[in-house]
């Protein structure tokens, strides 16, 4: 059974910031955790002696992206999955839920069978892991529909996803909707009764039809800002009622060009790190550069940073979450540990996974991510098995 030993160098752990500690791994766990003092001299493992300027922390769990170098869920194959698990360690990602796209009916249900697939069978350590699917969409509202093509957006439909949870083998684990369309408060609170996390987003809701929302079993909210009725002076619309709910956690693509960095600064004055989740929202031209690629059946135009469709729409990122933690310390001048909550912690909470994931502490997932001194990740290990060395 392989054993890594990291030394010499800041560990966050679970109980806190050990300044000079290590982390033993043994299998696909976390062994041990702690102080230089207690740091076993002679052992069998692979020693990694590291720069005293460095920092391990716990992986990264995206909660939010449709896919990355060329892959995307959408694909339905078991290629798009393996290449997305791939890639995604070398930005610090170490779980993440495949996020599915609105589309026509037939195509939701071979994405999620695949993913479904997928887990049984592919789920491998020494790569990112899926822990299940995101559903954005089709529930959503036409109003809001963003990078969601229009013509397969359907209402919410207790019956259909119960069709789709059995083709997934149980694997959605969290449901974009607009909770304003018919049905949308059913389906809600079918959602919060079998433990699925229901997410408010693509929506027009109201104050008063958020709150309806919120009380019927809403706990999460998708890409806050993006795909919402903004905030208005005399009505709060959904980004209002979401920040002011401590309730809903709120998802944030801190990339600087879907959220304002003052915005995103904002967000965290009101939500603080406890409340938000970093996300990517990334698609597949992420790792590609420049080029036209596809969407959701649409076409999208990446130029630098930015990915849109022709006529403007933002549609999704080319974020790594990875630049996600960089540029939120940056605009909003939190510390690593408050940035580990939004990357780690938080999500691993809100998916019911902080028992095996979201922080380093022994009897864990060995998901492991080591950082420079400008927080670059320099080595990703994946419960156990390195993913990633620069």
């Known amino acids: 059974m392989k054993r890594w030993l990291l030394k010499n160098t800041a560990i966050y752990a679970e109980t806190g910031k050990i300044g000079e500690g290590y982390v033993l791994t043994e299998g696909d766990k976390v062994a041990e955790v702690g102080p230089m003092s207690s740091c076993p001299a002679s052992i069998e493992a692979e020693v990694v002696e590291l720069n005293p300027s460095f920092t391990v922390i716990p992986g990264f769990i995206d909660v939010h992206i449709h896919g990355a170098a060329g892959a995307d869920v959408m694909d339905a194959t078991n290629e798009a999955l393996h290449t997305m698990a791939e ?113 408010i987003g693509h929506s027009d809701a109201v104050y008063e039809q958020v709150q309806a929302a919120i009380d019927a079993g809403i706990k999460h909210a998708t890409h806050l800002f993006n795909g919402m009725r903004g905030v208005h002076h005399r009505e709060p619309g959904v980004a209002g009622a979401v920040l002011m709910h401590d309730e809903v956690v709120c998802e944030l693509i801190a990339d600087g060009i879907h959220v304002a960095p003052e915005m995103v600064r904002f967000a965290y004055k009101m939500k603080g790190c406890e409340g938000l989740i970093l996300i990517t929202d990334a698609m597949r031209a992420k790792c590609l550069g420049a080029g036209v690629y596809e969407l959701g059946g649409q076409e999208v135009i990446v130029q630098g940073e930015k990915a849109t469709l022709r006529d403007g729409t933002l549609a999704g990122s080319i974020l790594k979450l990875g630049d996600a933690v960089k540029n939120a310390m940056s605009f909003t001048g939190c510390a690593l540990e408050d940035v580990i909550r939004m990357a780690s912690w938080n999500p691993a909470k809100q998916l019911g996974v902080f028992d095996r994931k979201g922080s380093i502490r022994a009897g864990k997932d060995a998901d492991l991510v080591v950082l420079d001194e400008q927080h670059h990740v320099v080595m990703t290990i994946c419960r156990g098995k390195l993913a990633y060395a620069k």
């Open 87 to 199: 890639m995604l360690p070398k930005e610090g990602t170490t779980s993440f839920l495949a996020t599915t796209m609105t589309a026509p009916v037939a195509q939701i249900e071979r994405a999620l069978a695949n993913v479904a697939q997928y887990m049984q069978h592919s789920n491998l350590p020494g790569k990112a892991e899926v822990l299940g699917i995101h559903l954005e969409g089709p529930f959503i509202s036409e109003k809001r529909a963003g990078a969601q093509h229009p013509n397969n957006i359907i209402d919410p439909d207790i019956e259909l996803f119960q069709k789709w949870q059995n083709i997934a083998n149980g694997a959605i684990r969290l449901v974009t909707l607009a909770p304003e369309k018919k049905n949308g408060l059913a389906l809600t609170a079918y959602l919060k009764k079998t433990g699925v996390i229901a997410s």
